[in-house]
């Protein structure tokens, strides 16, 4: 299998986990298993994380990977989100989370350079996101729907002759991790 240099990271949004506060415990254990998933990655060559700056797994995968910069110097954190403006809604709290990752990261940029006007928009920054990057790490279980199906259901349109790799964290390998001792 040719090694991955690029991992787009991707994943339900803090509110379909029930998750409001960065002091919940639900953020650790999410956190957690995306250390150990991008370890491995990393050990196999990977270069690039990509996250498209959404609430939860992607802002958590942003955290993750400046923390993992420190024993991997060589990793490198692009994002790339959909529109300009795109957290311009967003509470104070979570613009500035985003902020700091923008500020730490080695790439910055959107797909559009427009506001958002329609969703072609964010069909736009998922065909990108499939295109420029090798793989996804996915933290999603069919079982509890959220906005990441649009992203699965894109990636099942790829042709088979340019294979895609996902790999899916489920809702059983959260609760796994909460018992392992690992990372």
């Known amino acids: 299998m040719e090694t991955l240099k690029t991992l787009f990271v991707t994943g339900y949004r803090s509110s379909e986990l029930s998750v409001f506060t960065e002091k919940d415990p639900k953020i650790q254990v999410v956190k957690k298993v995306i250390k150990m998933q991008l370890k491995a990655f990393l050990e196999e060559g990977l270069k690039w994380i990509v996250i498209g700056g959404n609430l939860g797994v992607e802002i958590w995968a942003g955290q993750v990977a400046l923390e993992l910069k420190k024993e991997y110097p060589e990793l490198q954190l692009a994002i790339i989100q959909a529109y300009q403006g795109f957290e311009e809604h967003w509470n104070e709290s979570n613009q500035q989370s985003l902020h700091f990752l923008k500020t730490q990261a080695d790439?910055?940029?959107?797909?559009?350079h427009q506001p958002y006007h329609d969703p072609s928009q964010l069909k736009n920054h998922t065909s990108f996101?499939?295109?420029h990057t090798d793989g996804a790490l996915v933290i999603y279980d069919e079982e509890y729907p959220g906005k990441t199906k649009f992203f699965l259901e894109e990636v099942k349109k790829q042709p088979t002759n340019d294979p895609y790799l996902?790999?899916?964290?489920?809702?059983?390998?959260?609760?796994?991790a909460i018992f392992e001792d690992t990372v």
């Not at 790439?107 to 559009?112: A, K």
């Not at 996902?166 to 796994?176: E, K, R, S, Y």
């Open 107 to 112: 790439f910055v940029d959107s797909v559009s």
């Open 129 to 131: 996101m499939i295109q």
């Open 166 to 176: 996902v790999t899916c964290v489920t809702m059983d390998d959260l609760q796994n």
